[in-house]
């Protein structure tokens, strides 16, 4: 089977926390999945990028960009995705964070001076 023709499925394990959640602990699942929440989430993940990140733009990094539509492409999705440089924070890593609608990717530490294209293709879309 062909990359692209590949479907992404959640690992049984979180299947199995998801489905345990739904049956076991319904008020909590149903709060989690309230407008209400999701505005909350929302707004607090918009302001902590705001306050603990800087954004990278495409004219600055337009080799970064090119592996995020390439990630893109690949996972074939449809969504503004912004990538980031978090502030203060020394260890490398990188985390993705999801608002319906747009993707956010935030670096930490030198990942951006420590990784090449490759390497860095491998982090935003496994390959």
Do not use: C
């Not at 049984?12 to 008020?27: A, F, I, K, N, T």
């Not at 080799?63 to 990538?83: C, H, M, N, P, S």
């Not at 890593?93 to 990942?111: C, K, M, R, T």
């Amino acid at each position: 089977m062909e990359q692209a023709e590949r479907i992404l499925e959640p690992l049984p394990y979180l299947v199995e926390l998801r489905d345990y959640l739904r049956s076991q602990e319904s008020d909590l699942w149903n709060w989690f999945a309230s407008a209400r929440a999701q505005a909350d989430y929302t707004e607090n993940l918009r302001m902590d990028l705001l306050k603990s990140t800087y954004r990278l733009d495409v004219e600055s990094h337009p080799e970064l960009y090119q592996g995020v539509a390439a990630a893109k492409e690949r996972l074939q999705l449809d969504i503004l995705l912004t990538v980031y440089q978090a502030q203060n924070s020394p260890q490398p890593n990188a985390a993705l964070y999801f608002i319906p609608g747009e993707g956010h990717v935030v670096f930490s530490g030198p990942v951006l001076s420590l990784l090449n294209a490759v390497p860095m293709n491998f982090v935003l879309h496994g390959g």
